[in-house]
């Protein structure tokens, strides 16, 4: 029996159950963690200096962004601050690895299935796990980044708090919205084999519509509801406000925030054990 057969067993209404949807991923847990191991030794495997990447990558692409835009552009994060490149640094760096962690998942989903074909076609297997384990590992490879910052805030800016218990709390939504839009894009990648370039204009086009290098104060008030519509802001702002400024997040914008991301979520799972019964006959 193949995967498409398995699926069929149900009707499509009952995949509306978040609890489903959660429950079914930690059923599978052990087999996630194998794919996730697999993801990291694939993207290092044969290279001379191994995960050490994982840090030096985003040093470098952190040095890059702060000389264009502390140094070229003369930015300045604002009054509380003043002209420390240390502090802009720190404060971008902290919207990066937010959005680098979404940012990955979502360009790491969109072939994950065309990329296994052997998964679809030949055994029973839970395809939707897939796309959420490029998004596990996206979020492994994220938390080097975060701890370089949180090592950075401590050194260079004299900044610790216990509101950093509160960061897991943010990184709910994040990983509901990354999982959700990772499942839609995984299924479209079937069949639309050009979705990997629209995807990648898409993503350069959200992180410029994300709060990464300048605050949302600098947008003007009457463009600043097109920016909140984006919930990645939302997501930067409260991390943010943890990290850099030791304050507790807005309880309320993370309610909204996560449940928007949880309606995200659950539609792409829809979506996803909707459109997976026809990936055996695409591929």
């Known amino acids: 029996m193949n995967t498409r ?40 495997k044969g290279t001379i200096m191994g995960l050490v990447w ?8 952190l040095a890059v962004y702060t000389f264009v835009f502390s140094v070229v552009f003369k930015a300045r994060w604002g009054a509380d601050f003043g ?14 690895a937010v959005f680098n ?3 990955e998942s979502v360009t790491g989903s969109v072939g994950v299935i065309v990329g296994n074909p052997n ?12 796309p959420v384990s490029a998004v596990v590992s996206a ?9 370089i910052l949180v090592a950075g805030v401590v050194l260079f800016m004299h900044r610790f708090s216990l509101v950093i218990i509160c960061l897991p709390l943010v990184f709910v939504p994040l990983s509901l919205l990354s999982c959700g839009i990772s499942l839609f894009v995984a299924s479209l990648g079937v069949y639309v084999r050009d979705l990997a370039h629209i995807i990648g204009i898409g993503i350069q086009i959200l992180f410029f519509m994300t709060p990464i290098f300048y605050s949302v104060e600098m947008v003007p008030q009457s463009l600043r509801a097109i920016l909140l519509l984006n919930p990645l802001t939302t997501i930067v702002q409260m991390t943010r406000h943890i990290l850099i400024y030791n304050k507790w997040p807005s309880w309320s ?17 829809v979506w996803f054990m909707k459109t997976k019964r026809g990936f055996a006959d695409v591929l």
Do not use: H
């Not at 420390?84 to 760096?93: D, G, N, P, R, Y």
């Not at 979020?139 to 701890?147: A, C, D, E, P």
């Not at 914008?253 to 799972?269: D, K, M, N, R, W």
């Open 5 to 44: 057969e398995s699926s069929q067993r149900y009707p499509i209404w009952i995949f509306f159950n978040p609890i489903r949807a959660i429950s079914g991923i930690w059923k599978c847990r052990d087999l996630l963690w194998q794919l996730v191991r697999r993801n990291i030794q694939v993207r290092y």
């Open 54 to 61: 994982m840090v030096i990558t985003p040093l470098i692409m």
């Open 83 to 96: 002209d420390s490149k240390v502090a802009f640094a720190l404060i971008m760096f902290c919207g990066m």
């Open 101 to 103: 962690i979404f940012a």
């Open 119 to 130: 998964y679809v076609k030949k055994v029973v297997f839970p395809l939707e796990i897939l």
């Open 139 to 147: 979020f492994f490879f994220g938390m080097v980044s975060l701890i």
């Open 253 to 269: 914008e993370l309610a909204i925030v996560t449940l928007l991301s949880l309606v995200i979520f659950q539609l792409g799972y």
